[in-house]
């Protein structure tokens, strides 16, 4: 870390020893920082203990230590003394905070993020973010200027440093009443991004400020995209970058964290001094990032001990910005008379208005356009209280003190503005909104909630209580005292009982959508515990995880139609799959069919996997939550749904069963791998193996998981001559005709439900099912007519010279043969028996009743 030089005004000390007084120096600074952090420490203790959210109480010590040093900072030798000058020398410029600190801030708190919820709440967050960062920067810009005489764009600048929200005092108190958890992603994504916003704008300002000529609004419009756009960019990308290279690393948590952690300064450092963009913008976007794709590809062991490493990096830069900022207060505040006070005062009824306008005002409108969800009025009064400004803030307003080309008044000035500002915001809201919430009833359980508690304490109370029993019996303790304590869960069991009265008001219908969500949540939960477990692939897990959200939000609005509604995962065959099979069937390449039919595989064996053991759960724990009737109508849905992945599964069985044996065998060989693992864990734990041993053991077993991690080939390629010789038509040929014939058909598959021939379209091939069936939606008659192996259709459209006069679609997986236009005429022309035999099939097929005769084989 490059101190920044020396400021005017620093006492630089010449000492005859320079090499000695260096030391010095570092080793008072170090006292410095080291003292306090040992003063943060036993701040979070004192803040629970007093229920006064942490930045608060930080924001306190912090003024009442820079009034200490003032005070008692001078000469001295005692450690107190060193430690109070330490701080009074220290140098804090706002480019250590801006550069050191904030993107660890940042990106701590980006990847605390859901980014899923954050996506589902864009609207409103992006509004509050981006829209309210620009509503506050001009009412605060306007209101000062009419009080003041500074130029609109130095109020402006103070507009821009007092709009962006700090979430960290907000989240706390929200974590301590358990408010509910769209409000925390509300708050924690519009503070993230509008933190961005902010200081991107207030970089643009403070240009225009300092430099004599400027290119206006519209210039500075460009500008401002430019900054944001060019900022989402590079974070995206090196966040994607730090994804693939975490893959050499895996399951080395040390180096998976540390590239993290670079990650962070690089795309900050990238953006802001190589792009020209906003570094703050590419931090938080690669947080975004890694907490989202980052999940799959950072080795789930290692993902716990990553949270909270950042946790602790997070809490150090929150508690540094706002200490060695909090601490200058008392010196920047020493020039502040009643003028300032007033004007304070009108920066808050600004900001807070501008809030108001924005909350009130522009988000029913966007919510009314279809463009964001509905927010409720408390959820919009908490977001209006609770917009408390700090570490950013302060932040920003040092730098404004720092740049030599501000004047000096006003750099003063905007340092007493922000600071009064943010101090109010913290201790008139910070402390009142505790109880705003409580008032709003946004800390207590809806209805379905208070069942599901009331449930869960039954169903736990009751199981404790006969294990009480057990351990009285195990400790020998006296028969009196265990009475005691069992009279004192049956007295909670029969106020829970009491409790659970209002329960009956909740219907059927009810509780099967809270069993649904439940489920929809252990489904996705299920999916992690596999992959982490190494036994579904990365790839599977991405795919699968990605619907749950789809899938909550169909059950939360259409309940259990909803959840029916919900297609399985490649059922219906995607985009992807279509394309692939035409890549195949047009061009002959196989590759992309290959990967996505063995996917396919994975995934479906994966989700039947994860549908029994749902079953399970369901009979064994929410049955007992939810009523036996309840669990029934579930088990109902999940067998639907199992019925339907078996189906699916069988069919692609049946036609690659080499593959799927190859499949399930990796299936057991991870499986087998993971307990081999258990085993050698148990083993020193026990210390029957050494620690050596163990890294060799693993390092091997490694290895092993590497192979298994390779999805094998799947051949989609067709043998053609085999498959004419399954063609009853063709079946009795002699080789040598079957030979020239084959040399004419082409193998295709075609995909279950897929439509291979279409009613209208010109013929120009017909179609030999060498396996499978297929069924012809004949107009004139009422029920389909079915195909099977052996069977051709697609000749008439070619012998009539007329368009196809029916629909035909695959019922499974079905390989054909196809035979182009140009080489059927050669080939009937050469063979009368193979064209009279087609004809008399296709007469057949034109009467108006007749279905699809037995085809008997040419001679
Ligand atoms: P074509 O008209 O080329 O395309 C649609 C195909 O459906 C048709 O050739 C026949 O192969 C097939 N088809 C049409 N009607 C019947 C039927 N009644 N029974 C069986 N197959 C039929």
């Known amino acids: 870390m490059a101190l920044p ?146 130029p ?32 925390t992603t509300l708050v924690e994504g519009e503070s993230l991004l509008n933190d961005a916003a902010a200081i991107a704008l207030f970089t643009l300002l403070l240009e225009m400020l300092t430099r004599t000529s400027h290119g206006g609004a519209a210039a500075a419009a460009v500008d401002f995209l430019r900054d944001f756009s060019g900022g989402v960019v590079t974070g995206y990308v090196c966040g994607r970058i730090v994804c693939m290279l975490v893959e050499p690393v895996r399951n080395q948590p040390m180096a998976e964290i540390t590239l993290t952690v670079a990650l962070a300064y690089l795309s900050y450092v990238l ?40 946790q602790q990096l997070g809490f150090w830069a929150n508690s540094m910005i706002f200490l060695l900022t909090a601490i200058l207060v008392p010196r920047l505040m020493a020039d502040a008379g009643w003028a300032e006070v007033g004007l304070v005062i009108v920066v808050v009824l600004a900001a807070f208005a501008a809030r108001a306008v924005v909350l009130f005002g522009l988000l029913p409108v966007l919510s009314w356009a279809g463009l964001a969800q509905k927010v409720s009025n408390s959820y919009k009064s908490v977001m209006l209280w609770g917009g408390m400004r700090g570490a950013v803030s302060l932040t920003l307003a040092l730098a404004v003190t720092e740049n030599f080309r501000v004047p000096d008044k006003l750099q003063s000035f905007i340092a007493v503005m922000v600071t009064g500002f943010v101090f109010v915001t913290l201790f008139v809201n910070g402390t009142t909104l505790r109880w705003l919430i409580r008032l709003l009833k946004l800390d207590e359980l809806t209805p379905v909630e208070r069942a599901m508690r009331n449930r869960a304490l039954a169903l736990s109370t009751d199981s404790i209580r006969d294990r009480v029993s057990a351990v009285a019996q195990t ?107 035409w890549l195949q069937r047009r061009f002959g390449i196989h590759g992309p069919l290959a990967r996505r039919l063995s996917m396919r595989f994975e995934v479906l064996v994966a989700v039947r996997t994860v549908l029994r053991e749902l079953l399970a759960f369901t009979r064994d724990r929410l049955a007992r939550v939810l009523g036996q009737e309840v669990a029934f109508v579930l088990e109902g849905m999940l067998v639907g749904r199992l019925g339907i992945v078996e189906q699916a599964l069988s069919a692609l069985k049946l036609q690659y069963p080499d593959y799927a044996v190859v499949l399930q065998s990796r299936y057991v060989g991870r499986a087998a791998l993971r307990l081999e693992h258990a085993e050698y864990r148990a083993m020193h734990a026990e210390s029957i193996i050494s620690q050596e041993v163990l890294t060799d053991l693993e390092r091997d077993l490694e290895q092993r998981r590497r192979v298994l991690e390779r999805l094998p080939k799947l051949d989609v390629r067709f043998d053609v001559a085999e498959l004419v010789r399954r063609v009853p038509l063709f079946a009795e040929l002699p080789a040598e005709r079957v030979a020239t014939i084959a040399t004419l058909l082409r193998a295709q598959l075609a995909l279950p439900g897929e439509t291979i021939v279409r009613r ?59 035979l182009d236009e140009k080489d059927f005429r050669r080939l009937v022309q050469k063979d009368a028996d193979l064209q009279s035999h087609i004809q008399a099939v296709a007469e057949a097929r034109r009467q108006p009743t007749q279905s699809s005769p037995a085809v008997p084989a040419v001679s």
């Open 271 to 310: 953006a802001d001094h190589y792009v020209g963009a906003s570094g703050v913008v590419a931090t938080v976007t690669s947080a975004l990032v890694i907490g989202s794709v980052g999940r799959t590809r950072i080795s789930p062991a290692t993902w716990g001990a990553m949270e909270h490493v950042w």
């Open 152 to 183: 609109l764009v130095a109020c402006l600048l103070l507009g821009a440093i007092v709009a962006s929200t700090d979430p960290a005092a907000v989240i706390g108190i929200f974590r301590d009443l358990g408010a509910p958890r769209r409000l």
């Open 5 to 150: 030089p020396p400021q005017c005004g620093d006492t630089v000390q010449p000492t005859p020893q320079p090499f000695r007084g260096t030391m010095h120096d570092i080793v008072i600074q170090v006292l410095g920082v080291a003292g306090l952090l040992a003063l943060v420490s036993f701040l979070p203790p004192l803040a629970a203990r007093f229920q006064v959210p942490y930045t608060v109480l930080l924001a306190g010590v912090g003024v009442a230590l820079g009034a200490v040093i003032q005070t008692f900072a001078g000469p001295g030798k005692d450690p107190l003394h060193d430690f109070l000058n330490s701080l009074a020398e220290l140098d804090i410029s706002s480019d250590v905070l801006l550069h050191v600190f904030l993107p660890i801030l940042l990106f701590e708190t980006a990847l605390a993020v859901d980014v899923r919820r954050l996506f589902e709440d864009l609207g409103p967050i992006l509004l509050m973010a981006v829209v309210a960062v620009f509503v506050c920067t001009f009412a605060v810009g306007y209101a000062v200027n009419l009080f003041t005489p500074l």
């Open 760 to 818: 209208g379209d010109r013929g120009d091939a017909m179609f030999f099912i060498a396996s499978g069936a297929v069924e012809v939606l004949v107009p004139m008659l009422a029920e389909p007519v079915k195909l099977g192996t052996g069977d051709f259709f697609g000749e008439m459209a070619l012998l009539s010279r007329q368009r196809r006069n029916a629909d035909v679609r695959a019922l499974g997986y079905c390989q054909l043969l196809v």
């Open 475 to 581: 400790y020998e303790v006296d028969g009196a005292v265990k009475d005691v304590m069992i009279a004192r869960y049956e007295e909670r069991l029969k106020k829970i009982d009491r409790d659970s009265q209002e329960e009956a008001k909740l219907t059927d219908e009810d509780r099967v959508t809270i069993g649904l969500v439940i489920l929809v949540n252990r489904e996705e939960e299920l999916y992690y515990a596999h992959f982490s477990e190494g036994v579904v692939s990365r790839a599977v897990m991405e795919m699968l995880a990605g619907r749950s959200g789809r899938l909550l939000d169909a059950v939360k609005s259409q309940g259990r139609n909803g959840y029916r509604a919900f297609e399985e995962p490649f059922i219906a065959f995607s985009p992807w799959m279509r394309t692939a099979s």
